[in-house]
T-cell receptor
Framework: GENVEQHPSTLSVQEGDSAVIKCTYSDSASNYFPWYKQELGKRPQLIIDIRSNVGEKKDQRIAVTLNKTAKHFSLHITETQPEDSAVYFCAATNFGNEKLTFGTGTRLTIIP | NAGVTQTPKFQVLKTGQSMTLQCAQDMNHNSMYWYRQDPGMGLRLIYYSASEGTTDKGEVPNGYNVSRLNKREFSLRLESAAPSQTSVYFC????????????????FGSGTQLSVL
């Protein structure tokens, strides 16, 4: 089955700087890679996703890149703000699968 | 439109007690999931139901049972609770039956914090 590794487990970034979270996956058939954000005491929510037919996707200050050859994908947050403080989870699945496999999460802290 | 509703929000059990976590969605979604969240271990799938009438094991099914009562409701039962089942439990739903195609976004409930003493 799919195995997703996520690094780092914790990340502290000065407000205004950029943050990068990286994930690797094991199943070369995986083709869908979402990122979920979980604020303290809240439920996880989808913030961005990417499919294997594109290499990069942006949504305002958030971007995700995918390297299929190396089997890794990354979340980039630019101009970080205090409200970006949260736990971020990456995940992967392939077409026809019925479930996502999540990474272990990254706790991002934005330092004012 | 409430989305995904989970009950209860908090529960304390003694070892050996049983309980059922309830989950309902009002989005007419096909798939429903139960995850547990433990520090440093992310979200681990316990059981899922890709459509009404079907259920399948996830990564960590031992000690749990599920029922997909109808399209809206998916319950998780702990028959004999153990301290290792202390965790935060999330129910989720998705419009997709098969992932990796379209409409795979997961909608999560607000979670149940369960402590087993």
């Amino acid at each position: 089955g799919e195995n997703v590794e996520q690094h780092p487990s914790t990340l502290s970034v000065q407000e205004g700087d950029s943050a990068v979270i990286k994930c690797t996956y094991s199943d070369s058939a995986s083709n869908y890679f979402p990122w979920y954000k979980q604020e303290l005491g809240k439920r996880p929510q989808l913030i961005i996703d990417i499919r294997s037919n594109v290499g990069e996707k942006k949504d305002q200050r958030i971007a995700v890149t995918l390297n299929k050859t190396a089997k890794h994908f990354s979340l980039h947050i630019t101009e970080t703000q205090p409200e970006d403080s949260a736990v971020y989870f990456c995940a992967a699945t392939n077409f026809g699968n019925e479930k996502l496999t999540f990474g272990t999460g990254t706790r991002l802290t934005i330092i004012p | 439109n409430a989305g995904v509703t989970q009950t209860p929000k908090f529960q304390v059990l003694k070892t050996g007690q049983s309980m059922t976590l309830q989950c309902a969605q009002d989005m007419n979604h096909n798939s429903m999931y139960w995850y547990r969240q433990d520090p440093g271990m992310g979200l681990r799938l316990i059981y899922y139901s890709a459509s009404e009438g079907t259920t399948d094991k996830g990564e960590v099914p031992n000690g749990y049972n599920v029922s997909r009562l109808n399209k809206r409701e998916f319950s998780l039962r702990l028959e004999s609770a153990a301290p290792s089942q202390t965790s935060v439990y999330f129910c989720a739903s998705s419009e997709a039956t098969l992932l990796g195609s379209t409409n795979e976004k997961l909608f999560f409930g607000s979670g149940t914090q369960l402590s087993v003493l």
